[in-house]
């Protein structure tokens, strides 16, 4: 239930910040390619298109505490 309320709460402060949004969606391609490297670039545009919006929704706590992590560095 916690990881819940994270995930929406990060979920909101991406959707105020399209800074934050394009930040994290570029974070989470980018660990999507590597574990997918096996894939050509144009199998993995594919992949990206369809699957995105649960990556996204998956991953919005994960790239919001690196975007963090990323600002205080």
Do not use: C, V
């Amino acid at each position: 239930m916690e990881r819940d309320n994270l995930m929406h709460g990060a979920r909101a402060a991406l959707n105020q910040d399209s800074d934050k949004r394009a930040w994290a969606e570029e974070y989470l391609k980018q660990k999507a390619r590597t574990e997918n490297s096996a894939m050509t670039a144009e199998e993995f545009e594919t992949y990206w298109k369809y699957h995105k919006p649960e990556i996204m929704h998956s991953g919005a706590a994960e790239a919001m505490a690196a975007y963090r992590a990323q600002s205080k560095a």
